[in-house]
């Protein structure tokens, strides 16, 4: 008999801190065929497989039903985030989009129980004692119902201890001791911080909502010299559309008509607009600012620039970090243990000492309600996903808090040379013939590189292009890793490569190794044209350092962190580089060399790699932390841990300042929770404090703890502390 298997997501609307989400996930991991069961907060996303035979899709919703959430089938990713649901607990198969905090289910609990409360509060100020009791015992019983109702479907789905257990216990224990208007209180109190967290929570989504609302509905696409509407959503690679000045662009593409100012700030951070003329690239999401283009799309809707961050920041929240899983851990033992506190204070006083039970119960409930852990809990992803979002709208891009708990750590930052600290594109400076003419050198290099996207490559062919030099005829083309690259030009193997392999195929004499050591000296990168037995001629070619690279080494040396390049280019060469930029080197390395390098240096410390090309793969993935530029390739971008989509240098620094806040932020998150908890453990014990306060230790600290991480969302880590 097949086994079928089937990897199924849904939205999961109503869910406002952990606790919600461990419950959710608790209620489904119990069903037979379910396994690999993920549930994340911010994305209120609910990711798992399942057997179809045993537990089909449809008894998975319910499930999530009985413990009151609403639950949908989550559509694709770039219209996810932009419909995600208001919070607030509901069962239907669709989300509660653009509801108010007083229209969700919570809202109306807080509302009733308010008036009920008021409503009693005015019979005992008119009307005899008993009168005023019952009315605040009506007024309990309404608020408890619907908490009891919840409590008891995660009793059923394995889950005793929820603060809704909690609250139900110590509403119905005050109504027991006669504190009936204490229980009211407590319950609406507990009522009005579920509605505070679900709008803190709400807020925290509401960036990543955004990313998804810079992409238009609608685009204008041309068609057999037509211009008509369709959906974004709909537009498919290799048609034309038009972009307005104004509009934003609905695709990534090619600009293939019109040359305009584009506003990239929404996409990648950048603020000053950048001149798109025919053939460059332009991003969904970023504002035509001048003149009217016409743009080719290069990527479908789900995976444009916009739907690729969003979709590295839903998963980026699975990957927790280490301090997340301890947290995670030490509450599972944290709440049971104060249960048993709980009933301890409770029964031993009266039992041993003869204590009033009136009292004591009364103190062992208050203990009950500062137990539950969701402040504790929440302290850490409340703070990842804020700094996870406020990083991607500033382009600054981290899969998940292990990452960004390692960036905060980060004692050394190496770096790639080309196309890292460099722009990338080299020019060629001078053309030294042996034995030839600088035509013909030229003419073989083309030869051999036609067909390469290497940065040198691109240079030597922009180079023969300009002085008219047509490229040989070539056949058998290859890539020799950190070497250079060879052909058969006119039956006879030809090579292009560095200086140090040509020295090792025999080719250099005395006037060549002194006509490279000149030009290296001067900071350029040399390559050698040679035959078998013979140097053809030698090409120079410098590429310069970003404008903001330098900066950059001195933003890092104020944080603490050491600086140093990592390039397969001559020795002469980097120290030029390098020497300008104030910052270490290692040179003539080959990619298995970056990464004995990085190895070295992890020994001592934690290292980040930034990088932007495939032969930086191995050293992006071997580094503590693998950066990679948003210029790079597809490659580095996937091998990489992080990445940076304005490829400034100085945002490496941003980076790592971002990682730091937040691990503050998470610290100071942690210091709240467990700090109210611990003040009010103790009043509670000695009688200082009762049941109201103890809902506020709770609730209370929960919606500090997520304002406090909201903080990071307005944090701007391209500031210099």
Known sequence: MTTTLEAREWTITGMDCAACAAKVKGAVERLPGVQDVNVTIMSERLRLTTNMDQTPPERVEAAVRAVGYGIHPR???????????????????????????????????????GALLAAAWVIDLVAPPDVARFAFIAATLRGVLPVGGRALASL?????????????????????????????????????????????????????????????????????????????????????????????????????????????????????????????????????????????????????????????????????????????????????????????????????????????????????????????????????????????????????GAVIELAARTTAVVFDKTGTLTAGRPRVTEIVPFGGTEKVVLSLAAAIETGSSHPLALAILERAKADGVTALPATGAKALAGRGAEASVGGE?????????????????????????????????????????????????????REDAADAVRQLNALGISSTMLTGDNARTAAAISGGLGMNYRAELMPEDKVAAIREMIATGRVMMVGDGINDAPALATASVGVAMGSGTDVALETAQAAILRNRVTDVAALIRLARAAMGNIRQNIAIALGLKTVFLVTTVLGITGLWIAILADTGATVLVTLNALRLLVFDPKKRA
């Open 493 to 545: 193997t030809v090579a292009v490569g560095s200086p140090r392999y040509a020295d090792e195929r025999g080719v250099l004499d005395a006037a060549a190794r002194e006509t490279i050591g000149r030009l290296e000296a001067e900071g350029k990168t040399v390559v050698a044209v040679f035959r078998p037995e013979k140097l053809v001629g030698v090409i120079a070619l410098r590429d310069e350092p």
């Open 75 to 113: 559509p694709a990713p770039a219209a996810t985030l932009a419909n995600t649901p208001s919070s607030g607990h509901v069962h239907a198969d669709e989300p509660e989009t653009g509801r108010s905090w007083w229209q969700t289910d919570k809202g109306h609990l807080v509302l009733m129980t």
């Open 156 to 400: 059923r789905a394995g889950m005793p201890f929820t603060i809704e257990m909690l609250m139900t216990i110590a509403a119905i224990g005050a109504l027991a001791i006669d504190a009936a208007q204490e229980a009211a209180l407590v319950l609406f109190l507990f009522a009005v911080g579920e509605v505070l967290e679900g709008v803190a929570a709400n807020k925290a989504r509401d960036g990543i909502r955004s990313l998804a609302r810079l992409v238009p509905k609608t685009a204008l696409i041309e068609e057999d010299g037509e211009t008509r509407e369709v959906a974004a959503a709909s537009l498919a690679i290799g048609q034309i559309v038009l972009v307005r000045p104004g509009d934003r662009i609905p695709a990534d593409g090619d600009v293939v008509e019109g040359a305009s100012g584009v506003d990239e700030s929404p996409v990648t951070g950048e603020s000053v607009p950048r001149l798109k003329e025919p053939g460059d690239p332009v991003f969904a999401g970023s504002i035509n600012a001048e003149a009217a283009l016409r743009v080719r799309v290069t990527r479908a809707a789900e995976d444009n620039t916009i739907s690729r961050v969003i979709k590295l920041v839903e998963e980026a929240e699975t990957a927790r970090a280490p301090t997340e899983r301890f947290i995670d851990r030490f509450s599972r033992i944290y709440m049971p243990a104060v249960v048993g506190v709980a009933i301890f204070v409770a029964v031993v006083p009266p039992l041993l000492a003869g204590a009033p039970w009136e009292t004591w119960i009364y103190r062992g409930l208050a203990l009950l309600l500062i137990g539950c852990p969701c402040a504790l809990v929440i302290s850490v992803p409340a703070s990842i996903a804020s700094a996870l979002s406020s990083g991607a709208r500033r382009g600054l891009l981290m899969k998940g």
